[in-house]
C-alpha cells in the first residue's frame, strides 16, 4: 500500500502564488507517472498537470505557463507550484501516483485525500 501526504493549501489572493507539495511512502518499488488533479464545487475531477518517471511534463490548457510541476525522485515526492493564481484555480487539489510494490507486481494508481486551494479578495 502507498500513502500520499499533500500540504501547501491555502487561500491566497488573486494573482498570488502557492506551492503544493505531495510525498509518497509506503510499498514502493518504483513511481511512473505522478500528477496533480483538482476538483471544483460542482464539477468534475480535472486533470492540472502530469509529470513522467523520465521528466516529461503535461499541463492542462487553463494552467500552461502558470503552473510548473516537478518531482524528487530520491524522495518520493512532486510539486506544484502555482503562480498568477486565479478565482477559477478554487479547488481540492488531489495528488495521484503509478506505483508498483515490487518488479512483478502491475501498477495501481493512489490518491491523496486533497488539500483545498483557495483563491479570494
Known amino acids: 500500500q502507498v500513502q500520499l501526504v499533500e500540504s501547501g493549501g491555502g487561500l491566497v489572493q488573486p494573482g498570488g502564488s502557492l506551492r503544493l507539495s505531495c510525498a509518497a511512502s509506503?510499498?514502493?518499488?518504483?513511481?511512473?507517472?505522478m500528477g496533480w488533479y483538482r476538483q471544483a464545487p460542482g464539477k468534475q475531477r480535472e486533470l492540472v498537470a502530469t509529470?513522467?518517471?523520465?521528466?516529461?511534463?503535461y499541463y492542462a490548457d487553463s494552467v500552461k505557463g502558470r503552473f510548473t510541476i516537478s518531482r524528487d525522485h530520491a524522495k518520493n515526492m512532486v510539486y506544484l507550484q502555482m503562480n498568477s493564481l486565479k478565482p477559477e484555480d478554487t479547488a481540492v487539489y488531489y495528488c495521484?501516483?503509478?506505483?508498483?510494490?515490487?518488479?512483478?507486481?502491475?501498477?495501481?494508481?493512489?490518491w491523496g485525500q486533497g488539500t483545498q486551494v483557495t483563491v479570494s479578495s
Open positions: 495521484k501516483v503509478e506505483s508498483k510494490r515490487a518488479i512483478w507486481a502491475p501498477v495501481f494508481d493512489y
Open positions: 509506503g510499498s514502493i518499488f518504483s513511481i511512473n507517472a
Open positions: 509529470i513522467t518517471s523520465g521528466g516529461s511534463t
